[in-house]
């Protein structure tokens, strides 16, 4: 599968190549012939396929799964965040509110498994499973039943935070985590299924199957943490810093900017110069804003990634009294990310 790609993703097992058009996710991630392995489903948050192996314990994979049709809603009140271009995602835990603590959800304690694992030593690496990053997004009028993939990566930070629920107003703890996306230029943006494949299968050893792995995770279990910043995937939209992009850059202290960006992000009919010139500015910037806010949002609210943000609630351009402006307003709310 391809970074950007869509994918057809149905309740129901099917084993055709395609699905309405779209590659099938149940073909693309099969098993090898004769192998009998279940399916890899990605109905929750955080998942994975479970191995056992008598060799060594393993953890294949794992999967998140944003679904932005939900955000704003009591089973997801967060909004996670996803810029592929600037390998960057920031994913909030599987916690929900009520009586158990953020630990206590099995997603959670995994990445949290995997955190320890990815800033190890070099045999931790190996044992370190990636981490694939999966956003539900909208085809043909469907709002459901399709996966964009937007790479995989590296958990570089995890932090315990507290989150309201607005439906209830009750504070609940849930950890998020910060994810670098790895550049697969030299796979042609592919993730190579086999590698996963090889990563499941007890029969062969961890360190045997890294020969599969892409070449910028090769290279991140042979040199650690420190190497992160150097296989970040990063899409290089123009040659030319700007000196605006210079001044954003040098920012020390958190920043917002907010206003009337008259734009849908992502696109959906803008001039393509003016999405370009758009991408630029907003290049390492966080947009809450952004994505599949109902009602589409043209006012827009940008950060640095120092602060944590979410969508609180719209405000409707309309109420009982009458119109109150030609556009929605919104609310964030922000904390610091450390």
């Known amino acids: 599968m391809k970074i950007g790609q869509v994918l057809r993703y149905t309740a129901k097992v099917v084993a055709s190549p395609t699905i309405d058009g779209l590659p099938n996710w149940y073909f693309e991630t099969r098993g090898p ?12 948050g955080i998942n994975t ?45 599987d916690a929900k509110p009520g009586e158990k603590s953020a630990d206590e959800y099995l997603g959670n ?15 931790d690496r190996v044992l370190a499973p990636p981490i694939l990053v999966f956003e539900a997004v909208p085809h043909s009028g469907r709002v459901k039943g399709q996966l964009m993939f937007h790479g995989l990566g590296v958990i570089t930070k995890a932090e315990l935070v507290v989150q309201r629920d607005e439906k209830s107003k009750s504070t609940f703890p849930n950890y998020v985590f910060d994810i670098a996306l790895l550049d697969l230029a030299e796979e042609n943006e592919e993730l190579n299924w086999e590698w996963v494949n090889s990563r499941r299968n007890s029969s062969i050893p961890l360190k045997e199957s890294l020969k599969l792995a892409p070449t910028s995770w090769q290279k991140w279990v042979a040199s650690g ?11 290089i939209t123009r040659s030319v810093v700007t000196e605006k992009m ?10 917002v900017i907010a206003g009337d960006y008259n734009q849908r992000i992502p696109a959906s009919r803008q001039p393509k110069q003016m999405v370009a010139l758009l991408d630029e500015v907003l290049q390492g910037l966080v947009v809450p804003t952004a994505g599949h806010v109902d009602p589409p949002l043209i006012d827009h609210i940008a950060h640095s990634s120092a602060l944590v943000s979410r969508i609180s609630r719209t405000i409707p ?22």
């Open 49 to 93: 396929s479970a191995v056992e192996s008598k060799e060594e314990e393993r953890i294949p994979f794992l999967a998140i799964r944003s679904s932005p049709h939900r955000f704003g809603s009591s089973s997801t009140p967060w909004e996670d965040v996803h810029r592929p271009d600037q390998g960057f995602s920031r994913y909030f835990g």
């Open 109 to 123: 304690n995994r990445m949290l498994d995997a955190f320890i694992l990815q800033s190890g030593d070099h045999e």
């Open 225 to 235: 943490p420190a190497s992160v910043a150097r296989l970040r995937r990063n899409v």
């Open 246 to 255: 210079q001044l954003l850059s040098s920012f020390s202290e958190p920043f």
């Open 317 to 338: 351009a309309t109420n009982s009294e009458g119109r109150l402006s030609d556009h929605t307003g919104v609310v964030v709310k922000f904390s610091r990310s450390n």
């Open 33 to 44: 012939d004769g192998t009998g392995w279940n399916v890899v489903r990605l109905d929750s």
